[in-house]
């Protein structure tokens, strides 16, 4: 555990990304065996749940504390993280940590789902009172919350690549799929030799960067392919063994949320991975991505919701085809093949195939461009027709070029302190905009898009402004005006505003307008009626 | 009996209405008692200042050679209008005080910053009994227990050994006034090559020339040849951090020795190699021991957690009220770095 937790706090410590990669590789060069596998399982999010509620935990940490819950809420908003709170609250022990290793205290939690909820805070207080402070801390991120770190994906991945010597690829495409620790050794996942001995396994995703330049600068138009970029799920289908397997982006294993598509079962033939994307569909179309927001996150797709948010898969690229591997096919032979399994699938609404833009030259597509909302699209694709499908995200061949987000000028109303690299500085903002009766009514949240410099100038405005506390929360003096941009936009029953948007985010800090200066309730209705044609 | 209470908050000080004298002001007046010699609480532009002996050396570097100051004894008592004040060490920094006032048996004593730790430059800690304990709640919330500080210069010590070892720089940042006079005579750094910024560096002359007995050190300047570093323990204050001050010492190992180093965010934000959790101040426990010796039946909490802090009291049957206005911003326990960086407390 002492080696784990020094891996945590040098990670959480450094944002070089070779820094990072060397203590990886370090760890993952020297520790136990049976403790690696672990550490994969938590920096690809497979953390196993143990049962142990968040309340619980801080609930016995208060009992050991000898502190009223009160003290502990505002010790949290203080330190902006859960367990590094309770790490700091209990007082020191004078007790000799016991040297257990990370795979030992996964067996000691392993028990935990089964045993009472005053067995269970015996067993967490126990072990706290096992562990150095720093310990506890990494010991609790082991039992509750997100385990973020910085600590991407692609990074564990070269990582792991450079320490087995092996191609990052080939990791990437190892570390897909639903194993854990208890089914697995980090012996079999990374050096076994048939990679694809689970069925289930999805390949890493390609993803794109966004272009910079002008579409012009990437040459002949010949060399090209260009499809709308669909706003909807990023996803995998895999048929192999008569087994349909959908996959997200986000590594779920999301089959059971999309039963529209297991018809797909029957139609497509063995040993096929589309890549593509899940858009909710109706009349024939895709629609705005706010109508498939309404059933992710829902664990029962109930028949209501099957009618009022149907999907379709719209499929763009063909990783598998008759149980073989075409990854290392040019874009435009994978093309051809998906349109000749898609031709030769009994056609069906729920599964399309993403039509290629007919051009002759760039300016052709930026007149496109300017129809993607039209097309309830983000934009476009721009795929290289020479290119390989390659892992993860990577400059070349494939390109997004996203449509600007809708935006508005909001006055910064709340303020919030941030958590981790952030916790002292109030970072965490929400944005109104004026209603009729010149009142500001918030709409947005939003936390990333100023610099370090701006944040440390608002963070100063608002400290001298404060004009009440709800715990955490400052409301602060209505002055600073802020350019918000945002991806969607769609009616909200939840919000007093009336409306929700989607991906929130700073655009820029208008220093050149006043509070007065702001945008309107109803210029945002306005938007919404625009672009919410449903 | 006077119905007016013997101190008042003014927003700008801690003040004596009988006395017409303000603790610690934020602005000029016409007399003012000093709790000790940082910025935040030693302002310029008063007409007369009062202050431990031991402040006047910084005092008077910082305010003015020309201030008009008087300075007294701990535990000398002088009269203001039927008044009595002393001044009882603080243990923060060299000349650190807390301002005993009384009028008719009824004591009040103002604690200015303190901390319990006896750190062998100041004089240490010393409990007052009062009536009412205006104390300070810098870091006023249960995740601030600091260990014995001698633990920390050991790791400070494997720290500047490691160093050595990897043939880095070691950058020891803290603040000029209070946290480099502990570590200097706390740890034995004679056999180091010892080197400090200005900061650091003015301030340890004066108090060498005032006397006190603190090792001489090496003033960094532009034209000095890298090749001195090699090995060396540069202390400078917090502002160098992200300076191109800093330059000229790579490759180095940055070291922040300050209380808010409990916390990892803080610790990650700064970008510091390593975090020393040493504090001037009162961690949570020693916060309310303090509080707790004094036999206060009224404590007012300023300077930092002072709501939690005060409801803590509360709940704890000590009357506890929360003075908000002291000293300007909320919560703004950040330095607000100064040009010469030496200018503030934690």
Not at chain 1, 19 to 45: C, H, M, R, V
């Amino acid at each position: 555990m002492k080696q784990f937790a020094e891996l945590f706090l040098n990670l959480d410590r450094t944002n070089k990304t070779n820094a990072k990669i060397d203590l990886l590789k370090n760890y993952f060069s020297s520790a136990p065996e049976q403790d690696k596998i672990w550490a994969l399982a938590l920096f690809t999010g497979r953390r196993p749940s143990f049962k142990v509620k968040t309340a619980q935990m801080q609930q016995w940490a208060c009992n050991e504390a000898n502190i009223p819950y009160w003290l502990f809420r505002e010790s949290y908003n203080s330190v902006g993280d859960l367990g590094e709170t309770i790490s700091l609250v209990l007082l020191p022990h004078e007790n000799t940590p016991a040297d257990k290793s990370l795979s030992d205290w996964f067996d000691y939690l392993n028990v935990l789902p089964s045993l009472s909820d005053a067995e269970k805070e015996l067993k967490v207080i126990d072990a706290w009172k096992q562990l150095s402070p720093h310990e506890i801390f990494v010991f609790n991120k082991l039992l509750m919350g997100s385990f973020r770190i910085g600590v991407s994906q692609t990074l564990v991945v070269r990582a792991i690549a450079e320490a087995a010597n092996m191609e990052a690829g080939g990791i990437a495409h190892r570390l897909m799929g639903n194993w854990t620790p208890f089914n697995t050794s980090f012996q079999e996942l990374i050096y076994s030799e048939d990679v694809n001995d689970q069925a289930s396994r999805p390949y890493p995703f390609y993803l794109a960067y966004a272009i910079e330049k002008d579409i012009a600068a990437l040459g002949d138009v010949n060399d090209w392919m260009v499809e709308w970029k669909w706003d909807g799920i990023r996803s995998q289908i895999i048929l192999r063994n008569d087994e349909l397997f959908i996959w997200t982006r986000g590594e779920e294993l999301a089959t059971d949320k999309f039963p529209e598509l297991h018809v797909l079962k029957k139609l497509l033939p063995n040993g096929t991975v589309l890549d593509g994307e899940i858009v909710s569909f109706m009349d024939n179309k895709p629609m705005p991505f706010n109508i498939l927001q309404t059933r992710i996150g829902r664990k029962n797709i109930t028949t209501k919701i099957l009618q009022e948010a149907p999907v379709a898969f719209i499929a763009y690229d063909l990783l598998e085809t008759a149980g073989s591997d075409t990854r290392q096919l040019s874009q435009q032979q994978r093309r051809e093949k998906l349109e000749q399994l898609f031709n030769a699938t009994e056609p069906t609404q729920v599964f399309n195939l993403s039509p290629l833009l007919a051009f002759d030259d760039w300016s052709t597509i930026k007149t496109l461009h300017l129809q993607s909302r039209a097309n309830a699209a983000e934009g476009f694709m721009i795929k290289n027709r020479q290119g390989t499908y390659q892992a993860g995200r990577k400059k070349g061949d494939w390109w997004k070029w996203k449509i600007n987000p809708l935006s508005v000028d909001a006055v910064l109303v709340y303020a919030q302190k941030g958590h981790g690299r952030r916790t002292e500085l109030f970072t965490d903002y929400t944005f109104a905009v004026w209603d009729q009766d010149k009142k500001l009514i918030p709409f947005a949240k939003a936390y990333s898009g100023l610099t370090d410099k701006e944040i440390a100038l608002v963070d100063r405005f608002i400290k001298q402004h404060v004009i009440e506390k709800f715990g955490p929360v400052r409301t602060v003096k209505p002055e600073l005006v802020f350019e918000i941009g945002f991806e969607g936009i769609s009616k909200s029953t939840r919000h007093k505003s009336g409306i929700a948007v989607r991906f929130p985010r700073i655009l820029r800090w208008r220093q050149d307008k006043t509070a007065a200066d702001a945008d309107t309730l109803e210029n945002l209705k306005a938007i919404l009626d625009i672009y919410n044609v449903v | 009996m006077n119905h007016q209470p013997l101190l008042r908050f003014t927003g700008n000080s801690i003040y004596c209405p009988t006395a017409d004298v303000h603790i610690d002001p934020s602005v000029a007046v016409d007399r003012a008692i000093i709790t000790h010699a940082h910025s935040d609480h030693a302002r310029p532009g008063s007409k007369n200042y009062l202050a431990h002996r031991d402040s006047a050396p910084i005092l008077r570097q910082r305010l003015g050679e020309d201030i008009a100051l008087q300075t007294v004894e701990y535990g000398e008592r002088f009269t203001i209008n039927g008044v009595v004040f002393s001044l009882h060490p603080a243990g923060h920094i060299i000349g650190s005080a807390q301002v005993r006032v009384e009028e008719q048996g009824n004591v009040w004593v103002a604690s200015g910053d303190y901390k319990l730790e006896d750190d062998h430059f100041a004089a240490p800690f010393e409990t007052v009994k009062c009536n009412v304990f205006i104390t300070e709640s810098t870091f006023g919330l249960p995740i601030y227990n600091w260990q014995p500080q001698e633990k920390i210069f050991n790791d400070i010590m494997q720290w500047h050994t490691k160093n050595k070892a990897e043939g880095k720089v070691s950058m020891l940042l803290g603040y000029s006034l209070g946290k480099m006079q502990r570590i200097l005579k706390n740890m034995q750094l004679e056999n180091e090559p010892l080197f400090a910024h200005g900061a650091v560096y003015y301030c340890n002359e004066r108090l060498r020339q005032a006397g006190f007995d603190l090792p001489a050190l090496t003033l960094v300047t532009k034209d000095m040849d890298k090749k001195l570093f090699k090995n060396a323990l540069v202390l400078a204050p917090p502002s160098v951090d992200g300076s191109t001050w800093l330059n000229k010492f790579a490759p180095f190992s940055l070291g922040y020795c300050s209380g808010w180093m409990q916390v990892r965010g803080a610790k990650n934000r700064r970008a510091v190699d390593q975090g020393f959790v040493l504090s001037d101040h009162a961690d949570w426990k020693g916060l309310n021991e303090a509080v707790k010796n004094t036999g206060a039946e009224k404590v007012f909490v300023t300077h930092g957690f002072t709501s939690v802090f005060a409801k803590w009291l509360n709940e704890n049957n000590i009357e506890a009220a929360e003075v908000k206005t002291m000293y300007g911003e909320e919560e703004d326990h950040e330095t607000p770095i100064a040009a010469e960086g030496n200018l503030t407390t934690e």
